[in-house]
């Protein structure tokens, strides 16, 4: 067959006795001279697995990555390629797939079959301004603050701080910030005093009040947030991200700006949010745009992007368009705690495109890219050597 796209279709409508006699024929016949189509053949018979490995296949362009192989096809490599590709549009079976995918001696699953490195179980834990420190993983009692007049309820991976109203009193103050630290390999959610809602990504820290001042809500980040603001005309909302801030009334954006990476992304998914500098004029964006603030040389530039691709992670998602290898696997790092090393440079910029689930286990993820036949991974603990086919 030329087409081996075509022949997938017809593989699948083969396998649903849908296809007249001489196209049965001739499948049949293609069938009898390739072992491996065979078993591919028998596997779409198997209902409930194709649905399940549809569901989490997400979005991944298989007939582009087939592209980009059949461009490195003149190495002598006997490559099964094209076949697997073609046949992955309408059959995804995780571990035929990566079986067909190379014909050499080597099994792709050699590398990450070590061990089953699933999100990191580091805790999340909350710092008091008192000094005092929870552990908010196992923290089922709840937390008072009589100075602020609050408490700290905790469950179901959320922390929520509520006003004990009964007995509130105008001059209550507290001095310093509660902090939650949420490291790599885990997510939480956080219900401030005034009812906005924070989703803090891996590898966060967010400082805040027990009880926010009169004149403004303030809080300070360091990672990735995603904020759900209460309105409140009087009492704007400010993240003080580093040199910069995003102040705003009442919206939803997600907010970007860890340590190894060289700026601070400000997406806007509903309202209005400004982005404030020391010296500078305020900028303000709006829905479906993008403020991106350079902390090396203190530019700030805006454009349009897809918001979706910023924020899927607070759904349990990873979302790539178009970015080198590098930048997904310094963000896959975060969420399985990995430290990541390249024994070829080329790997650095292999572009990928697609939407996973963040699977419970990293070898699920692994898989996805070593599909496009471009990269191969080594898995050793927490360690992933990254290496250019």
Not at 264 to 288: C, D, F, H, M, N
Not at 298 to 303: D, F, I, R
Not at 369 to 377: A, D, Q
């Amino acid at each position: 067959m030329k087409n081996p796209f075509e022949f997938a279709k017809k593989l699948l409508r083969y396998s649903r006795e849908e296809l007249s006699g001489q196209e049965g024929d001739e499948v049949e016949n293609v069938l009898k001279e390739n072992e491996e189509l065979e078993v591919l053949a028998q596997g779409l018979k198997d209902r409930e697995r194709i649905s399940e490995e549809l569901k989490t296949l997400g979005i991944f362009d298989v007939e582009k990555a087939l592209q980009r192989v059949n461009r490195k096809r003149g190495n002598g490599r006997r490559l099964f390629i094209p076949w697997v590709a073609a046949a992955s549009v309408v059959f995804v079976a995780g571990m035929m797939a990566l079986f067909l995918l190379n014909r050499t001696p080597r099994n792709v699953m050699e590398g990450i079959s070590v061990a089953i490195v699933e999100p990191g179980k580091a805790q999340v834990t909350l710092e008091m301004a008192s000094g005092a420190r929870f552990v908010l993983d196992t923290l089922t009692s709840t937390i008072r603050n009589d100075k602020a007049n609050v408490a700290f309820e905790n469950s179901e991976g959320m922390l929520r701080v509520e006003e004990q109203t009964d007995t509130l009193k105008d001059n209550i103050t507290e001095e310093g910030n509660n902090k939650i630290i949420v490291p790599y390999g885990g997510t939480y959610s956080l219900a401030l005093a005034d009812g906005t809602k924070v989703y803090l990504n891996s590898g966060t820290e967010l400082e805040f009040p027990s009880r926010f001042s009169k004149e403004k809500r303030q809080v300070v980040l360091k990672g990735e947030a995603y904020f759900e603001v209460v309105r409140n005309e009087h009492q704007p909302f400010v993240v003080q991200v580093g040199e910069m801030a995003v102040k705003v009334l009442g919206t939803s954006f997600n907010v970007k700006s860890y340590v190894d990476e060289p700026g601070v992304y400000t997406t806007l998914v509903e309202g209005s949010v400004a982005i404030v500098r020391k010296g500078q004029p305020e900028q303000k964006i709006v829905p479906g745009e993008q403020a991106y603030y350079n902390k090396g040389v203190g530019t700030l530039s805006v454009t349009p992007v897809n918001v979706a691709e910023f924020i899927a992670w607070k759904d349990g998602f990873f979302f790539f368009k178009d970015l080198p290898l590098e930048e997904i696997l310094r963000i896959v790092s975060r969420w399985y705690d990995l430290e990541v090393f390249y024994v070829n440079q080329g790997a650095r910029s292999v572009v990928y495109s697609g939407k996973l689930p963040m699977y419970s286990s990293v070898e699920d993820v692994l898989r996805k890219f070593e599909i496009s036949g471009e990269v191969r991974f080594e898995l050793k603990g927490r360690t992933l050597m990254v290496y250019d086919k």
